[in-house]
Structures are given as C-alpha cells and as structure tokens.
C-alpha cells in the first residue's frame, strides 16, 4: 500500500469520524434543550425544582460541552495535518 492510498484511507476514516463527532455533539445540545424544557415546565406546574432533571439537564450540557470541545479539537488536528502543520 503506497503513501498516497493510506493518506486517502486515512482522509475517509478521519471525515467519517468527524461526522460522527458532530452529530453526538447535535443530539447532545437537542437533548439539552429537551430536558431544559422538560425541567421548566416541571417547575412552572409544580412550583418545585425538581432535583433529579436539574442533575440530567447539567449533565447533558456538560457532555455537550465535552463533545464541542472533542470535535473542534479534531477539526483543528485536520487542518493542520492538511495545511503541512507549518502554520501557528
């Protein structure tokens, strides 16, 4: 296998993986704002915060945050790796 098919191989995989960063990261915030909801109507109809929703809510941004943070690492890494790495 030559040098320029495993770059090739090597592009495919990290696009695809890129893709499957991003979309972890959509369904993340999507889940955030659900539970968010879900929590402030819980609020609004009981007048109690409910403690096990806050808990969840702050857990899915937290892996929001995560995932964000992961895939523009990635991004990153990408671009150097295309750009020669040279650039600062």
Known sequence: MGQQQRRENFEVTSSESDDTNRKLW??????????S???????????????????????????????KARYQLRQRKAKRRVSGGDSI
């Open 26 to 35: 959509v369904v993340a915030v999507l889940a955030f704002w659900i539970s």
């Open 37 to 67: 909801g879900i929590t402030l109507t819980t609020l609004v109809i009981t007048g109690k915060l409910n403690l096990i929703l806050v808990s969840i809510t702050l857990g899915l941004m937290v892996l929001g945050v995560w995932l």
